[in-house]
């Protein structure tokens, strides 16, 4: 039988495109949240015990002691259209509002790390085109001051469309305070910016370092 050579191997299936998650990195740091409805989503989540390289031998013997946890706490700066400015946070039980401003809420403070849920802000997008720029972050409270070793990721949610993730996994240098995405308004969209910016010092620090401007008193939980 006589072969046909005009014929042609049928095309190799075209990879499956995931949409499910979008991680934020050095070199792709932006992602638009193009007319969004309901609410957004940031949660943190932790190794609230994280692994620790175990020595063997004699060392083991001199080093050996309990692991120490990592409470982190999330929380966040807001500037609203109108120039209103605050922080949504546990420190000082400013857990915010979602229906009233800022129209962010915080639901709640996880001090053991032991749930599985993590933290969770809540932004209500019915209200962005009030909101000018939310800057996300996280803050060790307790333990010892190593975001890399806490095995952070940040995943922010919206109504519709892929998740946004943001890992907390370079080295931070004993900082406990890491800014971790910047939420800009630009009428009824937002944009969000990967930051992963670490900070020695508190809440006043990050403040400074991005010019919001406000005034800071001690709190406490």
Request: overall charge neutral.
């Amino acid at each position: 039988m006589a072969i046909d050579y005009t014929k042609k191997a049928p095309a190799a299936p075209t990879p499956a495109v995931s949409l499910s998650k979008v991680s934020l990195t050095k070199s792709s740091p932006t992602v638009s949240l193009t007319k969004q409805t309901g609410r957004l989503r940031v949660n943190l989540n932790w190794d609230a015990q994280p692994a620790e390289a175990k020595p063997t031998g004699f060392l083991k013997r001199l080093v050996a002691g309990p692991a120490t946890g990592i409470d982190l706490d999330l929380g966040c700066l807001y500037e609203l259209a109108d120039g209103r400015k605050g922080v949504v946070q546990a420190l000082g039980n400013s857990f915010g509002s979602l229906d009233q401003p800022p129209y962010i809420q915080l639901s709640g403070d996880d001090r053991s790390g032991a749930s599985t849920g993590g933290e969770d802000l809540f932004v209500n997008l019915a209200h962005a085109a009030e909101i000018r720029r939310i800057l996300v972050f996280a803050c060790i409270y307790e333990g010892v001051p190593s975001f890399d070793r806490a095995n952070g990721v940040v995943t922010l949610s919206p109504g519709n469309g892929p998740e946004i993730e943001v890992r907390l996994d370079e080295q931070a240098g004993g900082a406990r305070m890491c800014a971790i995405a910047l939420i800009e308004g630009g009428g009824a969209d937002l944009t969000v910016r990967r930051e992963v910016r670490y900070i020695n010092g508190s809440q006043r620090a990050l403040d400074e370092a991005y010019g919001w401007g406000m005034k800071w008193a001690p709190g406490r939980k």
